[in-house]
């Protein structure tokens, strides 16, 4: 699978650089950084945008400025892509409504869109399209095993990882710790990663997208203790 990763800063490179390191050797990679500063309504993509993109199947969009997110209809008509993961880790970089206009205008151009809030909520039953599904069967939604030592973590495998790389530093972190204190732990390194969602409170949630990110990696080690204490 060929991803392309539309970047603006520090957070999407780290999102990037983890999918290198950390997804299946066949994958191939390319990121398209932007400027930092771009106006708010984006005319002319022309000025900011390559005419020519490398080839991908699937798009990530992981601008930091709503512009890269209007801009996403003519990264895929440049790119070639057939589907789009589009996260809000910060409403303020990708709005619902703006997020539902893109969908539309993708859906007309036969482009299968996702958006996941926060990043870390994808799993493949939220598409039908094999690209996003690929994708989420490697990252997105925390899901790891656990090995006990009696009453200790003596292993921690992550079987899916948060798209930031912070499953594996959460995994490395929890052996030697005490089976009871390990799901309190899970989120206490979460936010040590750090976690870069936002702790701005989400209506939707009523609860701010950093707390719903590490909820996701407490509930990943809950899960998996309960059946390794069966072991």
């Known amino acids: 699978m ?23 050797a066949e994958w191939k990679v390319y990121t398209y950084s932007f400027p930092q500063e771009l106006p708010a309504i984006i005319d002319d993509a022309d000025e900011f945008l390559s005419q020519e993109l490398p080839g991908a199947d699937l798009l990530i969009a992981l601008g930091e400025h709503q512009g890269v997110a209007q801009m996403i209809p003519d990264i ?58 690929e994708f989420a ?49 899970a989120g206490l390194l979460h936010h040590q990663y750090p976690c870069l969602a936002t702790m701005v409170m989400d209506q939707e949630f009523e609860d701010t997208l950093m707390h719903r990110a590490g909820l996701m990696t407490k509930l990943a080690v809950e899960k998996a203790i309960k059946p390794a204490k069966v072991v």
Request: with cysteine.
């Open 76 to 133: 895929v008509e440049r790119s070639g892509a057939k589907a789009v993961i589009a996260p809000a880790d910060n409403r303020a970089w990708l709005p619902p409504g703006l997020a539902k206009q893109i969908q539309r205008k993708l859906s007309s151009m036969g482009v299968d869109m996702v958006y996941p809030v926060p990043f870390c909520t994808l799993t493949e039953k939220d598409s039908q399209n094999q690209y996003i599904r």
């Open 2 to 24: 060929r991803i392309l990763i539309a970047t603006q800063g520090h957070y999407g490179q780290r999102i990037a650089d983890n999918i290198r390191g950390y997804g299946p």
């Open 137 to 185: 069967r490697y990252f997105g939604k925390p899901e790891m095993e656990v090995e006990l030592d009696r009453d200790k973590i003596k292993r921690v495998v992550v079987v899916r990882g948060t798209p930031c790389g912070c499953s594996p530093y959460v995994a490395d972190g929890l052996v030697g710790v005490w089976e009871r204190d390990a799901v309190e732990k």
